[in-house]
């Protein structure tokens, strides 16, 4: 009777361990998710300012009309990978391939910005240099938004592959969720953007 | 009734559900023993072969002391060892811990779609109406109509609602529902509401252990292992009726506790807003649509004394049931002549119209100042944890005079730093060197940008605007990551410290952000009532009431001792004289202010009735005396409208 009882009692107590292990998960899985949020609306606020942006230059660039369809091309796609990625921020191949596209834009926006410098009238022009600024600002909040969202991350990683977690972990379907990285675009310069 | 009563009552609410509670685990043990005894016998029949019955106990008896023990004890450990670990997570999580287990994602503060913002724009105005810190919000991607609010203390409330509440209902009845969900918080029904999850979770972990046992079971039999006994699949499925029952009483529980307190909410909401129509037309949303207020999610049965409306949707739920009396009679209540009949809501009519409106009435403009006359300390006491439609035009007015690119800055997390760092600047030029090259040094270089960017707008603010703008970036700064709100906080300290003496204003902002900051980063969970007598917590008030009557009165030559004394005389009989500076200072207020938290409602009462006595005793309210009396109100956690200041 002593042994079953034993039994029992650690069965219950290993079921309540794996409910506690899951929750926890799931809290900071919660966490991450969230954090994404905030990377989203800035993004949003990116791709709107962008096309305004390259309207307006439009006038002065006549003969850099390649440049223009690339900053172009490259907004289209991270759009369409941002919506990917934010419908499911836990799956890593979403956020790589956000991360992948947003470094190209980066390039293409320096290129652009390159041109400002070619181009004195673009860069008198006050509405560009308006949206400018509004740009800088913008990614600068994507940043700050993507260092919040990466700390979660690193926190439900650290937490996933700890003892015993990490016993239940594949189990249970928590997945490795992926860093937003974006490549530096300084190292990108100059380099021609492909698609 | 006012504030302090309800809070009182909801604290008395607490006593009465632990000794329910307590019932209710001797009746889960009986039921549990049953439950073994049963399975016992039923696997005696299936084994008349094996020499024992199981657990070496035999039919014959109905009643073995030693097996009741055992059994007992199992499900107190069970029942306790479960709400202990759901009231741990929750004293971590707080609020935030509930809406992220409902499913809920945290909804920016920068969020720009019509409806988001409308949403947004409506917590704002009652958060600051109220002088509650802005709460966060969560949506719930649910196509019922619901809403709740959860938390221990104000600065670890959020607030949930579900898309089809954002979707559905106008503003006005979005403003009704809102209003419903800050009154919870004003009566204190949110923290019982917390502690009540936390200790019914164990109740209804029994039919989580019985679902266990019966899942092994299929395991085992798959695995072809003969061993396994039938009687565990009984007992299993047992339990599984047993816990079902701790469901039921947990419901009754709920029931008991909180039906009557959604009532005085919906009352308190018409009050609020002084529109019934709000409040009674989501009601009536609610009853003609046809997902009603369902919330559909395995957690809603653990949190379904949360919400606005029925959650759940089962068997017993009739309307003399369920945890919210049924949707006519509250209708009713609040229109008299409701005969109780609901027109079908058409979804795509309802949403497209609210969808419209909410593109097109960003700007609504709002009515004149409505002319208070606050000086009275006995109307400004009646108006914690009650304010009325005037603190709700106030707070609207408030907000739209509060430029727009200040606003936009304290909506984001990035920026909204930028705003608290400028705050905190000072106007004096030498002071204000000092301070930028600490803040060069201990922030982000743009967010130093920033800061400086916004400078100006901030300091052109008016005095009344500058204490509401703390309360905005709120939920924007709660949104940082760990690391990220630590270095914010050092970088405040640093700024704060970096002329080497600490403003009133400066305590009092750094006391608020992060006190409020605490609930998201730190640990929540209830504050402990300890003081029951004002006897113990008299050397505190003498602090306060020092401080107070200093600053108002510093400058005369009687140095405030007589509204010292007279506020004084309030609390306690016999002499008392204003505390020497050294005994004063900032830190012992804080001190004090911590310990006072810590005392019952009735004494907060009294305490806040003597600082108002102490502040308008010259008729008039400064500038100072109205930071401090916010700082104080803030820290017993009584939520002061805001106030004319002189």
Redesign the interface.
Known sequence: ?TA??VV??V??FL??YV??IY?RL??LK??F???F??I???L??RYDLIPNLVETAKAYLKHEQDTLTHVIEARNQAMAAMKRASAHPDDAGAIKALAGAEGLLGGAMLNFNALQEAYPDLKADQTIAQLSEELT?TE??VS??R???N??VM?YNTQRETFPDTLFTGMMGFKEAALFEVKNPEVKERVEVKF | MNFFGYQEKARRNTAVLVALFIVAILLISMAVYGAVVIGAVVGQFFFVDQQSG????SSNQMWNVELFL?VSA?TLA?IL??SA?RIH?LSQ?GGT?VA?MLGG????A???GPLDRRLLNVVEEMAIASGLPVPPVFILEQSGVNAFAAGFTPSDTVIGVTRGAVELLSRDELQGVIAHEFSHIFNGDSAMKMRMMGMLYGIT?VS??GI?LLT?KRTSRYSRDRGTHPGLVVIGLLLFIVGTIGVVIADMIKRAVSRQREYLADAAAVQFTRNPEGIANALKVIGGYKQGSKINHHSAGQASHFFFGNALKSWYSSDWWATHPPLEERIRRIEPGFKGRFNKVDVKVRSSANMAQASADFMVSSGDRVAHSQVNPEAVLAMVGNPGPESLQEAKLILKKMPARVTDFAH????ARAAVYALLIDSDAVQRKIQLQVLEKSADP?VFR?TLEILPDVEALSDELRLPLVEMVMPALK??????YQLFKKSVGALIKADHQVSLFEFSLYRMVIRRLNGEFGRSGAIEVKYHRMKTLLPQCQVLLTLLARTGHGVREDGGEKPFSEAMAMLAEGEHSMLERRESRLSHFDQALIQLNMATPELKEMVLKAALHCVVCNGMISLKEGELLRVIADGLDCPLPPLTMA
Do not use: C, H
């Open positions: 009777m079953l009882l029992l009692g069965l219950v079921i309540l409910i506690v929750n799931v809290k919660n966490r998710k969230n954090a949020a905030q989203d609306v800035q949003k606020r600002s600068n909040k700050f938004a260092q919040a969202y700390d979660e926190f | 199981l657990f070496g106990y055992w199992a069970v060892g479960g670990y997570t999580g811990a992220e994602s945290r909804l920016p920068s969020a720009k972990l989580d252990a266990g092994m984001d997390p990035y920026t743009n920033e949104e940082m990551s760990m690391p990220q």
